[in-house]
């Protein structure tokens, strides 16, 4: 069901970013993205074609990598686009692995030099790094193969951005780069009912267009809807497992008090005060 006040659709949702982002119809929305991401005159894109989203390992039993977005530039510049829900334990293993796919797709049979093209993955984040890893005002991370004693790059044809969508808190008033008005647009594009005056760049009347939930046809409104369902299912399983995962913290922390007044000789009905814990749950420490 369609939210009432909701007038353009959720970009990260699945089928929110493919819509935008993932079509042949839209792509000079991904290539003014990406552009303005590099904000490099040298690395400007002036066409992508999309390609397969699924990739196979090379031999029987391997895993298989299912891209968000697969691009290529004519020159043979391969870009993965992914939209990251949530934090997963081991994302940035799975990033480099699914990076592994458009290298060793470049291979040829037979002789081969091993010369490659540019591979970018590109992280749109709905979350931040955990641990402090980034300062709160570092948001776009640039990652590439460095040589750690003189911080040279050592690769420069394997680059990996990450975006903390979270850590982007600037207002329309603050917006000034191309790169800032995309970041505020994908960052807020559900909340909003009308088009803001800061992004009036003729990109954004296409995205504004293609987001607008009242242009889509009944099957569109179906999959969104659907997809819509998919986003708030997977957060809600996520925040239960939270939920759990906090709660089980705190009881093996209650465990581990009881355990340590019990050595004390610590009186069992103090013990059961202070941590909650039955007097059977005590005595059986």
């Known amino acids: 069901m369609i939210e009432e006040g909701e007038r353009y659709i959720n970009p990260y949702t699945d089928f929110g970013f493919k819509k935008l982002f993932g079509s042949e ?49 004519k020159s043979g510049k391969r870009f993965i686009v992914e939209m990251q829900k949530a934090e997963q334990e081991y994302f940035k293993d799975r990033s480099v692995y699914y990076a592994t796919m458009p290298i060793r797709e470049q291979a040829p049979k037979g002789k081969w030099n091993y010369r490659l093209e540019d591979v970018y ?50 207002t329309e008033d603050e917006l000034v780069t191309m790169f800032d008005k995309w970041m505020f647009a994908l960052r807020n594009l559900s909340r909003l009912l009308e088009r803001p005056q800061a992004l009036q760049d003729r990109v954004f009347s296409r995205l504004f267009e293609q987001a607008e939930i009242a242009r889509f046809t009944p099957k569109e409104r179906q999959e969104y809807e659907d997809s819509k369902k998919e986003y708030w299912d997977y957060y809600s399983t996520m925040e239960t497992a939270h939920k759990k995962g906090r709660a089980e913290g705190r009881a093996e922390g209650h465990l581990e008090d009881a355990k340590r007044m019990k050595a004390d000789n610590m009186p069992v009905e103090l013990i059961s005060k202070y941590t909650g814990l039955s007097v059977e749950e005590i005595m059986i420490l």
Not at 42 to 71: H, P, Q, W
Not at 125 to 131: A, H, R
Not at 138 to 158: A, G, P, R
């Open 25 to 73: 119809l839209n792509k000079e929305l991904l290539i003014s993205f990406l552009n303005a991401l590099f904000n490099d005159s040298k690395r400007e894109i002036t066409d992508i074609s999309y390609l397969n989203t699924e990739r196979l390992g090379e031999g029987y039993g391997d895993r298989r990598a299912v891209f968000d977005v697969y691009c290529m530039t």
């Open 121 to 170: 993955t590109i992280g749109i984040l709905n979350f931040v790094f955990p641990d402090g890893e980034y300062p709160d005002n570092s948001y776009v991370h640039e990652v590439k193969l460095k040589d750690i004693e003189d911080n040279h790059v050592f690769y420069d044809k394997l680059t990996f951005f990450y975006l903390e969508m979270p850590k982007f808190n600037k």
